[in-house]
């Protein structure tokens, strides 16, 4: 096992009727931004219970925050925060308005230009605390410190991680789900099997339980996810789903293990260009990454397809192959598609795709360094 530091800071209320507990985890002195996205929470009573919760509070609201939130958008909002001298922003929402609310609470105090957050690293000295309701179960982002924002202008999808900007508190009410549309469901699915898949599938290093801990998220996805869609959907399948993606990215199975990342970082560049949702473009390029890097991962996906799959190949190369097959399957199962093909896109999206890597210093990815980007292309001509 790697050496690792690990703490996650953020208390998390879990399960019905928790979205009253906002009232008790933001001081009553504070000025309160509430941020939410295109308005799906005035649909399925989610703002109607923050509202109520925060009646004794001094709210003010920010609404309208797309899905792969923009810094267009997000510097309106942070315009917001400053005019008004708010002390605690409530994100109310999936991980698009976690994302702008941890960028905003950054960009407040920043002196100088805030896309620097994104593109240079620069320093956050200071940010907003904030919580969240969250409303999609998928990214992780309601209990990490990570945060993706996309620049409209020059198409850049970039990220952050930074301590000041780990939520204070997490509400998850498993019942905000039910108002999801299936899409949706099945991102969340996707994009949570494959936060595992980048911390888990990489190379061996004795790391006993974190192997199977991600090996206990998967198998949760794949025996839980397809139930979304049947009669076989209750309370507890959307309470399975929803911990397995906030566990899947909380900092946990990732502590003492290195990592890929390789699929996310390619997968960003897809959204950024052809704005496909986050969870199809990783259902598209991982089976590629895993072909590819099939020899450097060996070890890990002979184990990830005899502990997750059962899959007793013949050799080791048929194994593989299956192990492969499977995962690509699942996403199918999933409703979503994996080839570029299936999104009306085709051998046009290479170039620029391996013309925003190259410009985004994405030239050395995965967890060898060993993604070049003529590997990059090879990923990208396999998932057409
Ligand atoms: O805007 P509203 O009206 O709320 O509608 C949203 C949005 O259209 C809707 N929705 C959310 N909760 C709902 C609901 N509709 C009905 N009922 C509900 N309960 O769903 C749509 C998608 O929401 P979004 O927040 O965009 O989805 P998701 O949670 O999948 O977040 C995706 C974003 O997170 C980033 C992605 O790149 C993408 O920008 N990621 C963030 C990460 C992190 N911070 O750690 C890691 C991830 O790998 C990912 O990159
Ligand atoms: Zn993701």
Request: charged letters at 20%; aromatic letters at 8%; hydrophobic letters at 40%.
């Amino acid at each position: 096992m790697l050496n690792f530091t690990f703490s996650n800071t953020t208390l998390i209320h879990f399960g019905h009727d928790q979205i009253a507990k906002v009232s008790s985890e933001i001081p009553l002195s504070a000025k309160v931004l509430i941020a939410y996205g295109g308005g799906s929470i005035k649909n399925n009573g989610v703002y109607d219970q923050v509202i109520s919760a925060l009646e004794k509070h001094n709210t003010i609201e920010f609404s309208g925050i797309e899905a792969n939130p923009t810094y267009e958008t997000t510097m309106q909002a942070v315009e917001l925060v400053k005019k008004n001298d708010v002390d605690f922003i409530l994100a109310v929402g999936g991980g698009s308005v976690a994302d702008a609310c941890k960028f905003i609470a950054a960009a407040v105090y920043f002196e100088g230009e805030p896309w620097d957050i994104l593109s240079k690293g620069a320093e956050i000295k200071k940010a907003v605390p904030l919580g969240i309701v969250l409303t999609l179960p998928a990214t992780g982002s309601e209990s990490n410190c990570g945060s993706v924002i996309t620049k409209k202008a020059s198409k850049d999808k970039l990220s952050f991680q930074n301590k000041k900007v780990q939520p204070v508190f997490a509400i998850l009410d498993p019942n905000v789900m039910n108002s999801l549309p299936t899409r949706q469901l099945a991102n969340g699915v996707v994009d949570a099997f494959v936060h595992t898949i980048e911390q888990y599938l990489t190379y061996d290093v004795n790391a006993k339980i974190q192997d199977r801990f991600a090996e206990g998220i998967l198998q949760t996805l794949i025996e839980e996810g397809p139930k979304l869609f049947t009669d076989e959907r209750d309370n507890d399948v959307n309470a399975n789903v929803m911990w397995s993606a906030t566990q899947a990215l909380n900092g946990l199975i990732g502590a003492g293990v290195p990592h890929d990342w390789a699929t996310h970082m390619i997968a960003h560049e897809i959204t950024a260009l052809y704005h496909l949702d986050h969870a199809q473009t990783l259902a598209i390029v991982l089976p590629r990454v895993m072909w590819e890097m099939r020899e450097s991962k060996h070890h890990k996906i002979l184990q990830y397809a005899q502990r997750v799959w059962k899959i007793i190949g013949k050799n080791d190369e048929q194994t593989i192959k299956l192990a492969i097959e499977k995962t690509e399957q699942f996403f199918n199962d999933m409703q979503i598609k994996t080839r570029f093909s299936d999104y009306q896109l085709g051998e046009e999206v290479v170039g620029p795709l391996i013309d925003q890597l190259t410009r985004h210093d994405m030239t050395m990815l995965g967890e060898k360094q060993l993604i070049t980007i003529d590997r990059s292309r090879t990923i990208l001509q396999a998932s057409l």
